[in-house]
């Protein structure tokens, strides 16, 4: 499977994206599909992940309410909304894939190149 993201920019604090997860090849399908983050010098973070076949969606805390993960197995995509930015949400977005519903980047078996997400005050 191969995984692109896309929709990363420059935004303003209280503004909103939504982040892309193409996928090709593989059964897209059958997979969990998990958002994480980077930020300069920090570790990779756990944001959410959604389940592949109910679209159920599991949340780090700190995004509750704000951060929303969709998916269309159809179009072989997933989205991450980001509602309220923060200029602390600044960071290289991820999306990947796996056979489990996990916080750990372990547990994900496909990664996309990440997009950049950074949030001005």
Request: charged share 15%; hydrophobic share 30%.
């Amino acid at each position: 499977v191969q995984l692109q993201a896309s929709g990363g920019g420059l935004v303003q604090t209280g503004d909103s994206l939504r982040l892309s997860c193409a996928a090709s090849g593989g059964t897209f399908g059958t997979y969990f599909v998990g958002w994480f983050r980077q930020a300069p010098g920090k570790e990779r973070e756990f944001m959410g992940v959604i389940s592949p076949q109910h679209s159920k969606a599991d949340y780090v805390n700190s995004v509750k309410g704000r951060f929303t993960i969709s998916r269309d197995n159809a179009k072989s995509t997933v989205w991450l909304h980001l509602n309220n930015l923060k200029p602390e949400d600044t960071a290289v977005y991820y999306c990947a894939c796996g056979p489990s519903n996990t916080v750990r980047p372990e547990g994900y078996v496909y990664w996309g190149q990440g997009t950049l997400v950074t949030v001005s005050s």
